[in-house]
């Protein structure tokens, strides 16, 4: 990049001069304002205090959240599209949240990767992420109260669903109490001694390298694929090899310091991953709630037609059912249901109910906002 930057002409000059004072103005405005919610907080906070009959008051209120960040959309007049606005407010929030009270989220880690990137578009970046190195540690982190809450992956639009989430819910006491949507794009990242021309083994995580085999195909048939334990391992790997690149996202890049030689390399390009937020507690509704429950069945015929009948005939929308072999024995079939609605509303509870006749066991994980962002 040049150093030397462009004369301007005074007519320019004098137009940018006018609308910057014009930004100024604007800013001192949205900064008072900030303020202003900011004390709010605080004393939200002495409130919350004032009325808890616990020792530590849910500060933390997803439900609540959902409804500003879905408001601030629906007023949002453009021209920032309803992404980039909700953003903004999600970390003014963010930064209200951690005056309250600091969060702690533990996330699946090492540091860059993708379900770091979930839990700071859900907390924002005032909340305090804490990576741990597997799934189960996660859980536990969350049911010891060592962290407020957890971030974990559970689907991913081309490689379908995490086993070992699902199966950690069963043993624990943990609730779902959100949901956030990551699309996920993969770069082959290369640092600054590689020697693009002779690129023979390409690190990512087993899944990025299948989500990325057309491309991979297309333009480096003879590397090696080498699947290591995560994306941000294979960034941290090539540091130093002249001959490799890593597929990973940008955070990882920005971590290891590396570039994108190709970016957006994923061969579906709706390719989005599904994480989910555990917590301790239940959360109220929002108006858009989907609820998760688990439930096993004695293996007979039509025990999943059985299970199901009563969603049908009260017209609740299923958004997902996975099976899962049981842990109690040989074939016999636990079965993952995710519905829209909140478990407190009345037809969510005769469906509950219903469904609680039928089953042999039923455990309600979590009902929980839609994702929003
Ligand atoms: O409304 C509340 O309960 C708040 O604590 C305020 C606030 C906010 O900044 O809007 C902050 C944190 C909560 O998670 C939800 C909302």
Redesign the pocket.
């Known amino acids: 990049m040049s150093d030397k930057s462009e004369p301007i002409s005074a007519e320019e000059a004098a137009l940018l001069g006018e609308l910057r004072v014009k930004i100024d103005d604007i800013d001192q405005q949205i900064g008072d304002l900030i303020c202003a ?1 900011a004390n709010c ?1 605080v004393e ?2 002495h409130v ?1 205090k004032r009325f808890s009959n616990i020792t530590e008051p849910k ?4 439900e ?2 959902a409804q ?1 960040l879905r408001n601030a959309m629906a007023r949002n007049k453009g021209p920032l599209s309803n992404e980039e606005f909700a953003r903004l407010f999600r970390e ?2 963010s930064a ?2 951690a005056l ?1 009270a600091p969060v702690k989220v533990a996330y699946l880690g090492p540091e860059g990767t993708y379900t770091q990137q979930a839990a700071l578009k859900h907390f924002g970046h005032s909340a305090q992420a804490v990576s741990l190195p597997a799934i189960d540690e996660v859980f536990r982190e969350v049911a010891s109260g060592a962290a407020h809450y957890g971030v974990v992956p559970v689907e991913n639009s081309t490689e379908g669903v995490v086993t070992h989430t699902l199966d950690n819910f069963l043993g624990s006491s943990v609730k779902i109490c959100g949901e956030v949507v990551l699309r996920i794009h993969h770069h082959l990242l290369v640092s600054d001694v590689t020697h693009v021309q002779n690129i023979s083994r390409i690190y990512s995580h087993a899944q990025s390298l299948a989500q990325c085999r057309k491309w991979l195909d297309a333009h480096y048939p003879r590397a090696e694929r080498i699947a290591v334990s995560s994306n941000a391992e294979a960034a941290r790997r090539i540091k130093g090899e002249w001959n490799s690149a890593a597929i990973a996202g940008a955070m990882a890049a920005d971590l290891y310091g590396l570039t994108s030689h190709a970016q957006n390399i994923e061969d579906q390009p709706d390719n989005s991953t599904r994480f989910l937020i555990i917590g301790a507690e239940s959360v109220g509704a929002s108006g858009e709630d989907k609820t998760s429950i688990v439930v096993s069945m004695k293996n007979e015929p039509g025990a999943l037609h059985n299970l199901l009948e009563p969603f049908h005939q009260h017209g609740i929308d299923l958004t997902r059912v996975e099976t899962r072999p049981s842990p109690t024995g040989a074939w016999n079939y636990v079965f993952f249901i995710d519905f829209a609605g909140h478990a407190s509303e009345p037809v969510a509870k005769k469906v509950l109910e219903e469904v609680g006749r039928r089953a042999s066991d039923l455990k309600i994980l979590g009902s929980y906002p839609k994702g929003v962002l």
């Open positions: 919610r907080a939200v906070a919350k500060f933390y209120r997803p609540r959240e500003v003014i929030m209200c949240l309250e």
